[in-house]
């Protein structure tokens, strides 16, 4: 009489895949509701968006959490004291850029 070899010591189970989808569905949740989660998040951080740039009209719209204000421009110059922090370019693209003063 001969031994029997590992393979056919194995028997045939036809739920074996099944537990392996399930594993797969288990993480496709996980990654959905972090996905969910995170777009949640990310729509109550605050934003600014610019209506026109650089026309006469334009407005910024800054919102903190559920709070929106708009800010419109205006040709009234302000006057006091302070001090120079940096310098804004604005690019080719429309897109400005603001570069901070190195402290001394």
Do not use: C, H
């Amino acid at each position: 009489m001969r031994k029997k070899r590992k393979w056919e010591l194995e028997e045939d189970d036809p739920a074996a895949g099944l537990l392996n989808l399930f594993d797969v569905w288990l993480v496709f949740a996980v990654a959905v509701l972090l996905a969910t989660w995170t777009v949640t998040r990310n729509s109550e951080a605050s934003g600014t968006p610019v209506k026109n740039p650089g026309e006469p009209d334009m407005e910024i719209v800054t919102q903190q959490g559920k709070e929106v204000e708009t800010l419109r421009m205006t040709n009234n110059q302000l006057t006091g004291e302070g001090e120079r922090l940096g310098t804004a370019y604005r690019l080719k693209s429309g897109k400005v850029v603001y570069v901070p003063e190195k402290k001394k």
